[in-house]
């Protein structure tokens, strides 16, 4: 319906045609639905995610079984909220809780990636399949990388001992009102397009460039071969794009439906929110760089295989 | 009355720091205003996500930054 308005608008009332009508239209179409979904999809989790502090999952956590903890660790990053700067409070925090590091290390994996702007931004673009598929390896690639670096013994590369609580943990008191949570909520929302909003309407510009321009087969020829080198190209040059997820997505939006294979693009996007250089400079105020190295190969690794799998099973 | 406000130097940190002393300024309440930027300090109190704000060794409020008029209202 809004296809065919736009498509009216730019084709008829301004009598265009040719390669610039169709990134024009390309554009319109495009920034209006990202602008509306991520609206409302970054409220709605945003709202959820207020019921869920980390505090609650780590209360959960601690009193789980570590074999069922990694699922629930990656579970709860979907539902709770993330932001890399107090990475290092939550990680001390699920270590003072008695969590097990490889249990921490799946919760700290799955929560960068499957974030509010990434979660919109997929579903915007690629439709409810493409977002599923994005969890559900992403809590895979959270279960197996905390498995592994929790079998490894690497306790003592976290450079700072927090004493573990005896008994109850401290209480945080505190009752919020539904009322309260929507205006939180529609705070951040608004907070999160302000920061945003430049470079998703710059990532849709680019898009819609690359849609009306480009010819396919340049875009095949570069990025839609099943080289095999396709996925782990695609997997480092998702690391430094930390901060702009939002205004990568739209490339990789029309890169896909130009040639480029769907499990190149979803490593990419992994890499973009999982491999976070930022964070890995907050981390290493706490962890060694052993640590933290082991860490990140053990995720870009599960990455890469996942965008190898899916090449190989829809390729 | 002491208030305390817990983060390790993020620029919502410093938000809310902001916000503490201008709601204590409007309140004319005598408080002691407190910045914890000590991580093993943080962590006694329970709280991962920061900005946290303690007021009389109580946490009222985690991970977010709370406007002047939220402040005025917890402490007084």
């Given amino acids: 319906m809004w296809k065919d308005a736009v498509d009216s608008f730019v084709y008829e009332t301004l009598g265009m045609g040719g390669r610039a009508a169709e990134a024009l239209d390309f554009f319109i179409y495009d ?6 979904l991520l609206t409302v999809i970054i409220f709605a989790v945003t709202f959820l995610r207020s019921f ?8 959960y956590l601690s009193k789980r079984h570590p074999l069922f903890g990694h699922l629930s660790a990656a579970l709860f990053g979907i539902i709770t909220p993330f932001c890399s700067c107090s990475a290092i409070p939550l990680f001390l925090g699920f270590l003072q809780a008695r969590i097990p590091l490889g249990v921490t290390f799946s919760y700290l994996v799955s929560a960068p990636m499957n974030n509010e702007i990434a979660i919109a931004m997929l579903f915007a673009l690629f439709g409810w399949k493409v977002t599923l598929l994005y969890i559900g390896f992403g ?11 929790g079998r490894l013994n690497l306790e003592d590369e976290v450079l700072i001992k927090v004493e573990p609580v005896e ?5 945080c008191e505190m009752t919020i009102s539904v009322r309260e949570r929507l205006i939180e909520a529609w705070r951040y929302t608004a907070d999160i397009l302000r920061k945003v909003w430049l470079y998703v309407v710059a990532g849709i510009a680019v898009g819609a460039f690359i849609h009306g321009y480009v010819p396919t087969d340049l875009i095949v020829s570069v990025a839609g071969n099943d080289a095999w080198y396709a996925v782990p190209v695609a997997t480092i040059l998702g690391v430094p794009m930390y901060s702009n997820a939002a205004g990568v997505m739209p490339l990789i939006e029309v890169l896909t439906q130009k040639g480029m294979l769907m499990g190149t693009a979803l ?8 491999l976070s250089l930022p964070e890995a400079m907050i981390l290493k105020k706490i ?6 190295t082991i860490f990140f190969s053990t995720v870009a690794i599960g990455i890469m295989l996942i965008g190898y799998i899916f090449n190989g099973v829809l390729g | 009355m002491t208030i305390e406000i817990l983060g390790t130097g993020c620029a919502k940190c410093r938000a809310l720091e902001e916000n503490v002393k201008q709601a204590v300024a409007r309140s004319g309440k005598f408080a002691q205003i407190k910045k914890v930027d000590d991580i093993t300090e943080i962590m006694k109190y329970g709280v991962m996500s920061t900005p946290g704000l303690v007021v009389d060794s109580k946490v009222v409020s985690v991970g977010k930054v709370l406007s002047v008029d939220e402040i005025v209202k917890l402490i007084s």
């Fill in chain 1, 267 to 274: 490593s990419f996007m992994m890499a973009v929110t999982a």
């Fill in chain 1, 139 to 149: 809590l895979l690639v959270a279960i197996v990388s905390g498995l592994i670096i």
């Fill in chain 1, 52 to 59: 869920f502090p980390t505090e609650i999952v780590r209360d």
């Fill in chain 1, 287 to 292: 962890l060694s760089t052993k640590l933290i």
């Fill in chain 1, 167 to 171: 008994g109850e943990l401290p209480k």
């Fill in chain 1, 31 to 36: 920034t209006v639905k990202i602008f509306l």
